[in-house]
């Protein structure tokens, strides 16, 4: 049995410049998938304004098969949640069109299919980074074996990325090579944070140098900026339209202006939500430093411009296509919804390189 979730499905789409990075960087990721199923409750509007339709597959773009594979796809365990105790019932999706939390397999496949989707690499969002340590190794150590027996079934289906009890770095490290070496794991969902402590603070360097080692992916997926609440109230789900994107973004700039991802170059992330808003805002990046020196510690001397950093990065990104609007090109009348691009394009507006793109990339 699994959770009820979607997630975002992303194409292939063939073209020869820097194609080998995108073949070992799927090797990582997405050669297998994995677990429970649900939303950050944006596919299902997507999905019913198209009608409950949608391209099946085989998906083909200029007349070539292509594999679709879904990066963004969450997933929950009922034993897992269980061990929340209490906290349990705080677990479960409160969007439109999850009363149903649990689903058989057979039935995500049959969803899967009528999406084109070929293969989801599914991931849990951490809800146990509150907990103690016995609790959260058992809650990972449920998670994951549950997800290395589903991916086992049908590896031509799923794949997963691993849960981490990042509140005990030196646990996680544990967790991870155990995840990575003898359970099939692709690499590990991780927060935007560790309940406010950030991913570029010294303590968590064990992990990142693990799974630099290991080459493990990093799926960092947020969980809203609480501190916010109080703004967040009103219409509009603000904690996670605004919330979302905005921690995904917090999380990315202290890893690139902390100095982490010079330290760790090696490390593979997807920053979830398109990164949040760092694309859009990238340049500002640039001469941060140079306009408010007092906020920047002048030991800590990046290798190169923080807008460049994005080119050791993965989005998945959305990119909503309204009804009625013309195709993407080469998409051959296909009205696919997300996007994930190159990190040297994340705003789908360049033409080198390749590129996973769903929705329309020339806006």
Wanted: hydrophobic share 40%; net charge positive.
């Amino acid at each position: 049995m699994t959770s009820r979730c979607s997630g975002r499905s992303v194409e292939m789409v063939n073209r020869e410049p820097d194609m080998n990075t995108r073949r070992d960087f799927l090797k990582g990721a997405g050669a297998t998938t994995g677990i429970v199923f649900c939303s950050c409750g944006l596919r299902d509007a997507a999905w019913a304004q198209q009608g409950g339709g949608g391209q099946r597959l085989p998906v083909m773009v200029n007349g070539k098969r292509v594999k679709t594979i879904d990066v963004h796809a969450h997933c929950r365990f009922r034993e897992a949640v269980a061990l929340m105790g209490d906290e349990a019932s705080r677990v479960l999706s409160q969007t439109r069109g999850a009363q149903e939390q649990f689903i058989v397999i057979e039935e995500r496949l049959k969803g899967m299919d009528a999406q084109a989707i070929d293969m989801e690499v599914l991931s849990i969002n951490p809800f146990w980074y509150r907990k103690d340590r016995d609790t959260a190794a058992q809650i990972v150590k449920v998670q994951n074996e549950k997800l290395a027996e589903l991916c086992a079934s049908r590896p031509d289906r799923f794949a997963a990325f691993a849960s981490l009890a990042l509140q005990y770095p030196d646990l996680a490290v544990q967790q991870l090579e155990t995840a990575m070496k003898t359970q099939g794991l692709r690499g590990a969902a991780i927060g935007g944070s560790v309940l406010g402590e950030d991913f570029s603070e010294a303590k968590f360097h064990p992990v990142w140098a693990k799974a630099e080692e290991l080459g493990a992916v990093l799926f960092i997926h947020p969980q809203s900026t609480p501190e916010l609440a109080r703004r967040f109230k009103g219409n509009g789900w603000l904690a996670n339209t605004i919330g979302n994107p905005l921690d995904t973004t917090i999380a990315l700039q202290h890893l690139i202006f902390e100095g982490t991802l010079d330290r760790f170059p090696g490390l593979k992330i997807i920053a979830a939500h398109g990164g949040g808003y760092l694309a859009s805002y990238a340049a500002r990046s640039d001469h941060a430093c140079f306009v408010s020196p007092q906020n920047c510690n002048p030991e800590i001397k990046l290798k190169k411009k923080p807008t460049e950093y994005l080119n050791q990065l993965y989005f998945d990104a959305l990119v909503f296509t309204p009804r009625g609007a013309p195709p993407p090109r080469g998409a051959s009348g296909r009205e696919p919804s997300h996007a994930w691009q190159r990190p040297s394009d994340p705003l789908g507006a360049a033409s080198g390189g390749p590129r996973l793109r769903h929705g329309n990339p020339d806006r």
